[in-house]
Structures are given as structure tokens and as C-alpha cells.
């Protein structure tokens, strides 16, 4: 099979079971399979394909996300091992980067805390742009603990990385940053979520409770659709200052801040 056949052929598989973009995820597992870029596919219609597809692409139609397929998954500047033991680094979750960043601007060597570090993609952003920062990830999974290593290995960022939940943030920092579960339940939303682990998805008030923890000059949270409210009043009633509501680049209110 050409790779001009193998493309249609995925697209239409992957739009026969209800992926949202079958054009685009058929170009980057072709795109893997041929060690080359979404463009470069073009470049390649008349290479022949081998087996190497045909697993990726039934994972993929079984709405396994595709990150996971893939193995990696970028995010802000860097390119990070991904798979189930941590959830799929998010383009929303880039705007807690831009704003710890932002925060920060003018603290010398800032001590930044990431809790629930999952796969290392907050706060290896963190490290990567703001390099004299030292950067702190918890998480109670040891599993994802063990992703977040092996990239920062990878990347040779340097990160302490320790086991870990809310009470690290009563230890004193500059900024506290967090994507704490907030999804109530799956019923109704995308099939993929069913991959990724729930402890990481699934719960209610780790905003509050990581905002009466906290030992910081700025805390940053994210929160899911219709939560900013509530979580920047919760954050008002701890005493913070400069409450603030930051969209995401698709325009959802996705981020809530404030100063101790």
C-alpha cells in the first residue's frame, strides 16, 4: 500500500469511528510511521507502507487518545514521552506556564512547586523557559512520578521530583502551581478520556483545599468549564489578593490566580 492509499484509507476509518479530526491524526501516525513531519507526508504519497500502521491506527480508532499512540506529545517548546501513567499534556494547560512565567518575571531564582506533576509538562516548561528557576514536582502517583523523571532525563532539565500531594505546598514558595483533578464525570464527554488515569481526572475541591495549603506568594490554578468563579471566590475567602481569571487561547476562562 502506497502511503497516498494508506492516508485515505485511515481518514476514513478513523472518521467512521468518531474521531473529531480524522485528516489530521491520519497525517501524524503516517507521519510516524515514516519518520517525517504532517508535511512531509505530502512528500512521500508514493513511498510504500509496511504493517507498522495498521496497530497504531486500530488503537487509535478504539479512541485511544492519540498521544498515547504516538508515544509523545508536544507542549509549549518541548516534546515529552506521553502514555497512561499520566494525562495527555493539554494546549490549555500552556497558559499556567505563561502566567507562573509572568508571576515570576521579577523573582531572582523563584521556588516554583508543581502539584500533581503528572507527566513533568508544567513544570518542565517552567524549567526550560526560566532555567535559574528551581523547580519542585509532587504527585501521589509513584507511576507518573516515573514518567515525569524519565523526561526530564530526556531532556536534561533538572527537577526535584518527590512523592507527594497538597501538604508540599505548606512548605513555602513563590509560586504554587496546580491542574488538580476537576472533572465530576465522564458521562458525556470524549471516549479518550477513558484512557487516561482517573485519579488525575476525576474530583471535587482539590482548588480549595490546595488554596488553604498553600505557603506561596502567587498560587495558579487550572479549572475546568464554569469552575472560575467559584474557585476565584474560594480563593477571595483564603485571602488572596489580585484575584484574576485568564482565558485560555480558546477563549475559556481556564486559569485562576491570586497573591498571598
Not at 512528500?43 to 497504531?56: F, H, T
Not at 514558595?173 to 488525575?200: C, I, K, T
Not at 502567587?218 to 485568564?246: F, R, T
Request: no cysteine; hydrophobic share 45%.
Amino acid at each position: 500500500m502506497t502511503a497516498r492509499e494508506a492516508l485515505s484509507e485511515a481518514e476514513r476509518r478513523l472518521a467512521a469511528a468518531g474521531v473529531e479530526t480524522p485528516r489530521v491524526d491520519a497525517e501524524l501516525l503516517l507521519a510516524h510511521v515514516l519518520g517525517t513531519t504532517r508535511s512531509g507526508v505530502y512528500a512521500s504519497l508514493d513511498r510504500q507502507v509496511d504493517g507498522e500502521l495498521e496497530p497504531l491506527l486500530v488503537r487509535r480508532e478504539a479512541r485511544e487518545p492519540l498521544a498515547y499512540v504516538l508515544g509523545e506529545w508536544g507542549f509549549r517548546r518541548l516534546t515529552l514521552k506521553t502514555d497512561d501513567r499520566a494525562l495527555v499534556p493539554r494546549p490549555e494547560s500552556e497558559t499556567l506556564v505563561e502566567r507562573v512565567l509572568a508571576l515570576a518575571a521579577r523573582i531572582e531564582a523563584p521556588a516554583v512547586l508543581d502539584v500533581g506533576v503528572g507527566s513533568g509538562a508544567i513544570a518542565l516548561a517552567v524549567k526550560d523557559e526560566r532555567p535559574d528557576a528551581r523547580v519542585t514536582g509532587v504527585d501521589v502517583s509513584p507511576a507518573a512520578l516515573a514518567l515525569a523523571r524519565e523526561n526530564a532525563d530526556r531532556l536534561g532539565l533538572d527537577l526535584d521530583l518527590r512523592e507527594g500531594g497538597i501538604d508540599a505546598a505548606a512548605d513555602g514558595w513563590d509560586v504554587v502551581v496546580s491542574n488538580p483533578p476537576y472533572v465530576e464525570s465522564l458521562d458525556g464527554l470524549q471516549p479518550e478520556l477513558r484512557y487516561e488515569p482517573s485519579g488525575a481526572l476525576l474530583g471535587a475541591g482539590f482548588h480549595e483545599a490546595i488554596a488553604r495549603a498553600a505557603r506561596t506568594r502567587y498560587l495558579v490554578l487550572e479549572v475546568g468549564d464554569g469552575q472560575a468563579p467559584s474557585v476565584a471566590a474560594a480563593l477571595a475567602a483564603e485571602g488572596y489578593a489580585d484575584v484574576a481569571i485568564v482565558r485560555d487561547l480558546a477563549g475559556r476562562e481556564r486559569v485562576v490566580e491570586g497573591r498571598r
